[in-house]
């Protein structure tokens, strides 16, 4: 009669606690608010031209069109992204997702402006989840204009790194949007709308514009919306029915993500305050895919 064998265990994962040694690090980043990029994030959004000068305000999180990640094409990983290291922790975890943001604004920023970014590591934290190991890594930005004492925005900005999917992995369960949104406005998220914002934001990620990558590497469905993106056509959707509303804080959470090729839509509903706005995205199935407020 055979003897029992016991089957081997899994490895055990790697100590990623050498991560944290990264907090705390930080750089330095100047850049001139030039015109061409609010131009064409007009154009991007679908609105009619309209005179850009040195007395024009940038839209809230349209600062993500500066400080542009201008690394060497020798210097880009698989995916896209730089090679890992640097100012960010070098995570050995092959998918990365902006999760994330909180922002206040204190000032506005104008074309024209030279502004200083400083960025520093605030945290990293490593979980175990029911998809396997997560990093998040959350960098805080501060943005100066020059001569002013003052900043102009902060922002916390959340990403997180994930292990590559597995046969068998099972999503989470998804959330319902709420319903009876006083705003509503459907997008029909085409790889056009991707590529301009890719190539507005200088991102590389793969995930954004590569079919065969993001299909038969990462696993997803289709091409991934970007969460900025998502995050700036729910500004831009209160923008269209608060123009020159007075915008002090901005937080989101990307909950699902969201593909190409089928419409998603984007909703506000101001609460009973009068000062709070509820914002929030949704795919084609009805799943809340960002909260934000």
Wanted: aromatic share 8%.
């Amino acid at each position: 009669m055979p003897s029992a064998t016991t089957p081997p265990s899994a490895p055990a994962p790697a100590d990623l606690s050498h991560l944290r040694d990264w907090i705390g690090r930080s750089e330095t980043l100047h850049d001139t608010i030039g015109p061409t990029p609010v131009v064409a994030m007009q154009a991007t959004l679908d609105h009619a031209p309209m005179a850009v000068d040195a007395s024009t305000a940038l839209p809230c999180l349209w600062h993500w069109l500066y400080f542009l990640p201008t690394y060497r094409h020798s210097e880009a990983g698989e995916d896209g992204h730089p090679t890992k290291g640097g100012f960010l922790p070098p995570v050995p975890l092959p998918r990365r997702m902006w999760a994330g943001s909180q922002m206040q604004f204190h000032h506005p920023i104008r074309v024209g402006d030279v502004v200083q970014r400083q960025s520093r590591i605030a945290d990293v934290t490593v979980k175990d989840g029911r998809s396997g190991r997560l990093v998040f890594v959350k960098v805080q930005h501060t943005l100066h204009c020059a001569g002013a004492v003052e900043p102009a925005l902060t922002e916390f900005h959340d990403i997180v790194y994930r292990e590559a999917r597995q046969p068998g992995d099972v999503d989470p369960p998804p959330t319902a949007a709420p319903t009876g949104a006083a705003w509503q406005h459907t997008w029909l998220p085409d790889p056009l709308l991707l590529f301009r914002y890719s190539a507005l934001t200088f991102n590389g990620h793969r995930i954004h514009y590569d079919r065969p990558y993001v299909t038969g590497v990462e696993g997803y469905p289709g091409l991934v919306v970007h969460g900025p993106l998502i995050a700036t056509l729910l500004m831009d959707l209160l923008r269209r029915h608060r123009p020159g509303a007075d915008v002090a804080a901005f937080r989101f959470r990307a909950v699902r993500p969201t593909f190409d090729g089928v419409p998603m839509q984007v909703n506000g509903q101001p609460e009973a305050d009068g000062k709070t706005i509820r914002l929030w995205a949704q795919d084609h199935a009805g799943w809340l895919t960002m909260d934000a407020v």
